[in-house]
């Protein structure tokens, strides 16, 4: 039942107010159980919260005193976001809400309508007034807004518009398995409508759940974004070469360097359950690796002294690039958590470079757009170091980038990308 839908959302919703990430929201909320109408409450939390910029303006000209219910102030954003996107009957959509409003507050039904009914009557004037208002118009928080335009004066305003876009479901083919014409053809078969990239790399007009898509379970496939498909190529691999993969769940980079290049490789992450799915991963594939729960910290204990000719660092980031696929990011990110993480950036840094051969390379990445942890990080590891140079990286010409920035499009998510060699 729809109202039931609004009810659930708004629910997910509030915990991402209180600060909780959406992935474990939906945990909690919905904990576990199997819920008939999980893509309409999908649609509903992600779309409100993409756009929970534009709601907050609204109910701040409509509701005059703080609504002390954040329940019920998330099902006005869920309900706002749905009159302003789906092709739904206004007065329907308010009737659920004010049946969902029920459920969370019984003497505050009424309030719900008037604010949603006052909404539908103002709705054209409300609309014009968001220009005043830029946390309102592109919906992210005014601090993220003007580090944008600080860090990239000409870009600001595309950046915020890819955030706010639906992803792209990106594939790219196992190369060691099938040619990408191959895969097109069975993709047709399908009739899955896609463009192709490149020769590896498509994306799906459509999205499809990973188990629908054709030739996924037996590693012909793998879901990867464009802009994250290109770590393995800078790496500038060679057969037989000593691996690590420092940051390796859920090892999407992994298996892409195992699909290019006979390597010997080895996988680490701290996190236990993620490293679960690097295995997963390894053997849909069908390869063989060397796959570890450790953390690498400045006494790498797990290490056995054999020197590694590269290393992927793909490290724990803002994840500023790709707020279109994380829509709560924007709004649960601190201005002081950039600190955090530069700082935590620079101790893996120097965790891994003991680590590396002479002559070895490695690649540092990261799925932000600010520089604090990108740029900035480097220098100051370069810095402290005498047998270090970084190596330029040539990026394809369909990839949009600002030297070694690499910015969201259309097409690709925003990532950076450092080559360091030891001299
Ligand atoms: C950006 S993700 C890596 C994505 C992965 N490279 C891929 O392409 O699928 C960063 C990972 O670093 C792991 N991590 C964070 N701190 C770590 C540490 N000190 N040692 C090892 N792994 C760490 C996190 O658990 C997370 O899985």
């Known amino acids: 039942m729809m109202f039931h839908s609004q009810f659930l959302a708004a629910k997910i919703l509030e915990q991402v107010l209180l600060g909780k990430n959406l992935d474990k929201s939906f945990q909690l909320v919905l904990n576990n ?12 939390a992600y779309g409100a919260i993409r756009e929970l910029g534009e709601s907050n303006f609204y109910i701040n000209k409509l509701v005059k005193n703080k609504i002390h219910n954040l329940c019920l102030e998330s099902l006005l954003h869920i309900v706002l976001f749905q009159i302003n996107n789906t092709r739904s009957n206004n007065f329907t959509l308010v009737n659920q809400a004010v049946d969902a409003a029920k459920k969370i507050d019984l003497k505050k039904s009424s309030f719900i309508n008037a604010v949603l009914r006052n909404f539908l009557r103002n709705k054209d004037n409300l609309q014009k007034q968001l220009n005043e208002n830029e946390s309102a118009k592109y919906s992210y928080p005014k601090w993220w807004i003007e580090k944008v335009k600080n860090q990239y004066p000409k870009n600001w305003q595309d950046i915020l518009n890819i955030g706010n876009q639906r992803p792209p479901l990106t594939l790219r083919i196992n190369s060691k398995k099938l040619i990408i014409g191959e895969y097109s053809e069975k993709l047709n078969k399908q009739g899955a409508e896609h463009t192709l990239l490149n020769d590896e790399c498509l994306i799906l007009k459509k999205p499809l759940d990973v188990k629908k898509i054709p030739g996924f379970d037996v590693g012909e496939v793998s879901v990867q974004d464009l802009g994250a498909q290109l770590a393995a190529h800078i790496i500038d691999l060679k057969n037989n070469q000593k691996v690590l993969d420092a940051c390796s769940a859920p090892g999407g980079k992994a298996c892409h360097m195992l699909e290019l290049n006979k390597i010997q490789l080895t996988a680490i992450d701290s996190d236990k359950q993620r490293t679960i799915k690097i295995n997963d991963n390894i053997n849909r594939q ?113 990839i949009f980038h600002i030297k070694n920035q690499v910015l969201p499009s259309d097409n690709h998510d925003g990532l950076f990308y450092a080559l360091l060699q030891k001299n």
Request: with cysteine.
């Open 286 to 398: 069908g390869f063989t690796a060397k796959v570890m729960n450790e953390e690498l910290n400045i006494r790498n204990k797990w290490w056995d002294k054999e020197y590694f000719d590269r290393i992927l660092l793909d490290v724990p980031c803002s994840a500023s690039g790709i707020v279109r696929r994380h829509v709560d990011i924007k709004w649960l990110r601190r201005v002081n958590d950039f600190k955090k993480f530069s700082d935590n950036q620079l101790l893996l840094l120097r965790a891994a470079w003991p680590m590396l051969k002479e002559g070895g390379k490695l690649l540092y990445i990261t799925c932000s757009i600010f520089e604090e942890e990108n740029r900035e990080v480097i220098e100051d590891f370069k810095k402290s170091l005498s047998n270090i140079s970084e190596i330029d990286i040539k990026f394809p010409s369909n």
């Open 33 to 44: 159980k199997k819920v008939e109408n999980l893509s309409e409450i999908k649609d509903m």
